[in-house]
């Protein structure tokens, strides 16, 4: 007796063939749900460009798009949920407790997991900041389900399932992940890399409150003080209209003098590509790409960078991308909007001296 072997999976079907049934206890997970991270009276604005990607995927689906808030109570927590409201989302989930004031894994964690398991998302986006970070991690491990961290880009595919898109080995390459079996699918996104959408005034939605069942007692990270991040003043690369950023091409250190004086003319930030901060020629703050700020300003100047695939991924939402470069076959130039090639050495000066004449004849003017 001879054993026949199994069908080969048709050509592009692997990821259909490996799907499985959902299983029965998953099935009743509906909905797109994004964490309003807010902290000290302020929400990070990459809850609001979550909440703009959340509703393709919600439209998508056929689904609602929900906020999930927790926080302390106060007028900062309602004009959050407004907010939301306006930014997209058809109801809030709204935890409101003095022990949610401030960050505190254990509460937090608590909070998320105890919404999920009660009102059953099917899909969970966070923010890939600090917060979100930590944030993520412990509540996918709770609930014993897929995390993808930092995608660049989310789809959902013809079996209805989220397709998380992020960059692997070191940047050098992009995957596409599936979360078959689970619920909720969770993934983290980066700052920038979505689009910000426009508020939409006077938009309503559902309020659904739930408590928090936890005592400060049973909490063993305690809060002391606050003290504010002395550097959140300094490189502000993520939300920056014009940014000019150099690399290795640039040959030495004393060179990116020129970056910042051209940033210094256009009122810019400046940055510079992964090797430059290996180098130590720059602080890791002013790194721009997957391991570094993702932005996404209207005018980026990149000087003496390659466009190795984790840089390209921080950068791609600009509106409009220059390079500069020598190697006219530079991967850069494959998706800058303009190039210029020649040496940035030369080039960076005569941009820097041309900008400064034409905007002293527009202040004169105006």
């Known amino acids: 007796m001879t054993e026949?072997?199994?069908?080969?999976?048709?050509?592009?079907?692997?990821?259909?063939?490996?799907?499985?049934?959902?299983?029965?206890?998953?099935?009743?997970?509906?909905?797109?749900?994004?964490?309003?991270?807010?902290?000290?009276?302020?929400?990070?604005?990459?809850?609001?460009?979550?909440?703009?990607?959340?509703?393709?995927?919600?439209?998508?689906?056929?689904?609602?798009?929900?906020?999930?808030?927790?926080?302390g109570p106060g007028e900062a927590t309602q004009k959050a949920v407004d907010e939301a409201f306006s930014y997209g989302a058809d109801l809030v989930y709204l935890m409101e407790d003095p022990l949610l004031a401030d960050y505190r894994n254990q509460p937090y964690a608590a909070a998320m997991t105890d919404l999920v398991n009660t009102y059953k998302p099917e899909i969970l986006l966070m923010g890939a900041t600090n917060l979100g970070r930590d944030l993520a991690g412990t509540v996918a491990t709770t609930l014993a389900t897929g995390l993808t961290a930092d995608c660049t880009e989310l789809a959902i595919d013809h079996e209805g399932s989220l397709a998380a898109t992020r960059p692997t080995f070191g940047g050098t390459?992009?995957?596409?992940?599936?979360?078959?079996?689970?619920?909720?699918?969770?993934?983290?996104?980066?700052?920038?890399?979505?689009?910000?959408p426009e508020a939409q005034e006077g938009r309503s939605g559902r309020v659904i409150r739930h408590a928090l069942v936890m005592e400060e007692a049973s909490i063993i990270t305690k809060i002391l003080d606050f003290i504010a991040d002395a550097n959140m003043e300094k490189a502000q690369l993520a939300y920056a209209d014009i940014v000019v950023a150099g690399g290795m091409g640039l040959g030495r250190p004393e060179n990116f003098k020129l970056v910042t004086d051209l940033a210094a003319v256009l009122g810019a930030e400046y940055g510079c590509s992964r090797p430059v901060v290996q180098k130590g020629w720059m602080p890791a703050e002013r790194q721009i790409g997957q391991t570094g700020k993702t932005i996404r300003p209207r005018l980026y100047i990149a000087a003496g960078i390659s466009g190795a695939?984790?840089?390209?991924?921080?950068?791609?939402?600009?509106?409009?991308?220059?390079?500069?470069?020598?190697?006219p076959n530079a991967t850069i130039f494959e998706f800058a909007h303009m190039g210029i090639v020649g040496d940035a050495l030369q080039i960076l000066p005569a941009l820097t001296e041309a900008f400064r004449r034409r905007l002293a004849v527009n202040r004169l003017a105006g």
């Open 4 to 71: 026949k072997a199994a069908p080969a999976p048709a050509a592009g079907g692997s990821r259909a063939g490996m799907k499985k049934e959902l299983p029965e206890r998953f099935r009743d997970y509906k909905h797109v749900w994004v964490l309003i991270e807010m902290e000290r009276g302020a929400v990070h604005p990459v809850s609001w460009e979550l909440l703009g990607e959340g509703r393709k995927l919600a439209d998508k689906l056929g689904v609602e798009l929900a906020g999930a808030l927790l926080a």
């Open 173 to 196: 390459l992009l995957c596409t992940i599936h979360t078959l079996n689970f619920r909720p699918q969770m993934a983290t996104i980066r700052p920038r890399v979505m689009a910000m």
């Open 309 to 327: 695939i984790q840089h390209r991924v921080g950068v791609e939402g600009s509106d409009i991308i220059l390079a500069i470069n020598t190697d």
